[in-house]
């Protein structure tokens, strides 16, 4: 049976450099955890889970405190909640800055 894999990337837009180091977890949706990795130099993680997870429902958290450290800032956590309904790649960036955060399904 094939699974759903989870990429991530996270960009600070107020500096335009990575996000790196940053904790980042993947827990159900009754929150289980199911994987946790920091992203690299360039922000990223290429795999989270690395046998992949089945469709369901999932929290995907990333943990800034520390990132911006004493940069004032307005999110200490950012949890997305996603609906995972197939079996295929799901690359989920996160776009942050002091005060704001995006996120979108990337390819």
Do not use: C, N, W
């Given at each position: 049976?094939?699974?759903a894999t989870?990429?991530?990337h996270v960009l600070d837009l107020?500096?335009?450099k990575p996000g790196a180091d940053i904790?980042?977890?993947l827990a159900t949706a009754d929150g289980t955890l199911v994987g946790e990795e920091r992203t690299d130099a360039g922000g990223r993680i290429a795999q989270l889970v690395p046998d992949?997870?089945?469709p369901g429902e999932y929290q995907l958290l990333f943990e800034l405190e520390d990132y911006f450290v004493e940069r004032p800032h307005l999110?200490?956590?950012v949890t997305l909640?996603?609906?995972i309904d197939e079996e295929r790649h799901y690359h989920i960036p996160l776009l942050v800055s002091d005060f704001g955060i995006s996120s979108y399904r990337g390819s």
């Amino acid at each position: 049976m094939s699974r759903a894999t989870i990429s991530t990337h996270v960009l600070d837009l107020s500096t335009g450099k990575p996000g790196a180091d940053i904790a980042v977890m993947l827990a159900t949706a009754d929150g289980t955890l199911v994987g946790e990795e920091r992203t690299d130099a360039g922000g990223r993680i290429a795999q989270l889970v690395p046998d992949g997870v089945a469709p369901g429902e999932y929290q995907l958290l990333f943990e800034l405190e520390d990132y911006f450290v004493e940069r004032p800032h307005l999110f200490q956590m950012v949890t997305l909640e996603l609906l995972i309904d197939e079996e295929r790649h799901y690359h989920i960036p996160l776009l942050v800055s002091d005060f704001g955060i995006s996120s979108y399904r990337g390819s």
